[in-house]
């Protein structure tokens, strides 16, 4: 079974930073994209962030410029690194591991975390 763990979510003020880590445990082969995603009540969970193993990113519009993503591979981590926050930032967040389990047969799962919570105060 393949776990993830979100942490560093919280309560900030608006313009200040925050660093999300998302911890992949159990039986992984390989995990082939990481990614962040993010919900505010009553939206539809959207896609921030993601990065390949080899280091590709994507990122969401609205983050751009304010948010980096990134990974220690030897560790089954992603970091999402927020700066500069904004109230419209404000949702939980979701990590996601597109991941190859390390059983027999071999097959790919998408993982999530339970998510975190960010609320940023204006």
């Known amino acids: 079974q393949v776990q993830l763990v979100e942490s560093g979510g919280g309560l900030v003020q608006a313009g200040r930073s925050l660093n999300l880590s998302c911890a992949a445990s159990?039986?992984?082969?390989?995990?082939?994209?990481m990614g962040w995603y993010r919900q505010a009540p009553g939206k539809q969970r959207e896609l921030v962030a993601t990065?390949?193993?080899?280091?590709?990113?994507d990122y969401a519009d609205s983050v751009k410029g304010r948010f980096t993503i990134s990974r220690d591979n030897a560790k089954n981590t992603v970091y999402l690194q927020m700066n500069s926050l904004k109230p419209e930032d404000t949702a939980a967040y979701y990590c996601?591991?597109?991941?190859?389990?390390?059983?027999?047969?071999?097959?790919?799962?998408?993982?999530w975390g339970q998510g975190t919570l960010v609320t940023v105060s204006s």
């Open positions: 996601n591991a597109r991941t190859v389990v390390a059983d027999w047969p071999y097959r790919t799962l998408d993982a």
């Open positions: 159990g039986s992984i082969l390989r995990i082939d994209v």
């Open positions: 990065i390949t193993r080899g280091g590709s990113t």
